[in-house]
């Protein structure tokens, strides 16, 4: 059975607003438009709700709706099949992404409404799905037959990623966007085994790398159509240090100025050194997000972390002192960390002029290390499939009040929510810092306010 025409659907479950388009839908929009099938993007956090999500689908006659599915809220991308199931009941669904990665034929047994389900990297897998392939042909597909689920095996993760298209969004109202940021890519999979990071279960624990000159001619294509913000979300952008130096010596070499270049999804500190943040920064990097995780030696050893405070240190005064934004990244509550670690953490953080930190309340999440070590010691106080779906245990922002999901013999519950407004205050701590900072050094007529005191 083949699908000529797929809508591709990004639920929206209300928690986080939009920056840019959905990096992995992108790849799966380039990958049907170079096998010429006609499809629709729906991206639902551009204010589409059910109802228009409906009215979408029936304009565009769809044989095929495809959802992009991540662990938390999944019950709400459930309910939402479901809805769509109802309504047009002869439309084969296909469901992807991260949930379906870690759960595969538990997704399906839990959700009547998805039909397959795509494990890992998509891009071949959907295209040979639309293309009539048999199932039992194509790997890394969860199917249903005759009552029970099947399962092909997982796909070899793609080697060569200079062979894969970038998106171009051509099928994405990109105006509608609050940002003109545009989201890269450059590299997929983790060689590092950080207790609590699920990243590896669906990129793999291999490094694979796009060159440096394919990534130049992302960020060229979309120069030439006026972009010049770019956000790179790799989980190890510096892994590979002359890969980034080749990367800036295609930018100089094609002279794409003007450029804003931004980290925000955390890099190593232990990958970075003065000579690569320089060299970054005189392309236009303008902003690093470091993982810190804890500010102590002990826990980072303990999370596997592979990374010393010192080295942490040392690469956030670098590029603090290169006039790079910097935030850091903290993770609260780690099996054998104590009142006393937290604090380590909350000084690093106040110890530099940074412009934000994040404090993460810690979430077990299936298929990782943590998780098997919480439920082996039945640490939990909260079920996991109460915590994967109640935004009050994770979310990070103004209203953030988040709940223990697993206590431990040295950080019980009662520290454990002391612990967490705890460092809610000093994330806000942080923050005021930088905005004092900003207001000291903002120009006021061809003066900045520092400028003005020194005179009087």
Not at 277 to 301: N, P, Q
Not at 329 to 334: E, H, K, L, R, T
Not at 400 to 422: C, N
Request: one cysteine or more.
């Amino acid at each position: 059975m083949t699908f000529n025409r797929a809508v591709l659907v990004f639920p929206d479950h209300g928690h986080s607003s939009p920056e840019y388009p959905p990096l992995g839908l992108g790849y799966l929009s380039e990958a049907l438009q170079a096998r010429d099938i006609e499809h629709r993007i729906v991206d639902m956090r551009l204010g589409c709700d059910l109802r228009v999500l409906k009215t979408r689908v029936q304009e565009f006659q769809p044989d095929l709706i495809g959802i992009s599915m991540k662990t938390l809220l999944y019950r709400q991308s459930y309910a939402l099949l479901e809805e769509l199931k109802r309504a047009f009941p002869d439309v084969t669904t296909v469901a992807g992404g991260p949930h379906i990665s870690t759960f595969r034929e538990q997704a399906l047994r839990q959700c009547r409404a998805i039909d397959y389900g795509i494990t890992l990297e998509g891009e071949i897998a959907l295209v040979e799905l639309c293309n009539g392939n048999a199932p039992d042909g194509i790997r890394g597909l969860i199917y249903r037959e005759n009552g029970a689920f099947a399962y092909t095996g997982d796909r070899s993760f793609i080697a060569e990623l200079d062979s894969v298209p970038f998106p171009r969004y051509r099928q994405f109202p990109l105006d509608e966007y609050p940002t003109d940021e545009i989201a890269l890519l450059t590299s997929r999979g983790c060689p590092y085994e950080c207790i609590f990071c699920a990243a590896k279960t669906v990129s793999g624990r291999r490094f694979k790398p796009r060159s440096a000159h394919h990534v130049a001619d992302e960020i060229q294509y979309w120069y030439e159509r006026g972009g010049r913000r770019f956000a790179i979300i790799d989980d190890n952008f510096t892994l590979k240090r002359e890969r980034v130096l080749q990367l800036c010596q295609e930018i100089g070499d094609r002279r794409l100025k003007s450029l804003e270049l931004r980290c925000p999804n955390g890099v190593r500190a232990d990958r970075v050194d003065e000579e690569l943040l320089a060299r970054m920064r005189s392309v236009g990097f303008t902003y690093l997000a470091f993982g810190v995780e804890s500010g102590s030696d002990r826990i980072l050893k303990q999370i596997k972390k592979g990374e010393s405070i010192e080295a942490i240190k040392r690469s956030i005064k670098l590029a603090c002192d290169l006039g790079y934004e910097v935030a850091l990244f903290f993770i609260v509550g780690f099996p054998g960390e104590t009142w006393r670690d937290i604090e380590e953490s909350v000084s690093l953080a106040l110890s530099f002029p940074i412009v934000d930190a994040k404090f993460f309340n810690l979430l077990p999440l299936p298929g990782t290390e943590l998780f098997r070590w919480v439920s082996e010691r039945n640490y939990f106080t909260t079920s996991p499939d109460e915590y994967l779906n109640d935004p009050a245990h994770w979310q990070n922002d103004a209203r953030w009040d988040p709940r223990p999901v697993f206590v431990t013999p040295e950080l019980p519950f009662e520290q454990r929510v002391k612990a967490l407004a705890y460092v809610a205050e000093a994330q806000r701590e942080v923050r005021n810092r930088a905005e004092q900072r900003r207001l000291r050094h903002r120009p006021v007529d061809g003066q900045t306010a520092v400028d003005i005191l020194r005179v009087a």
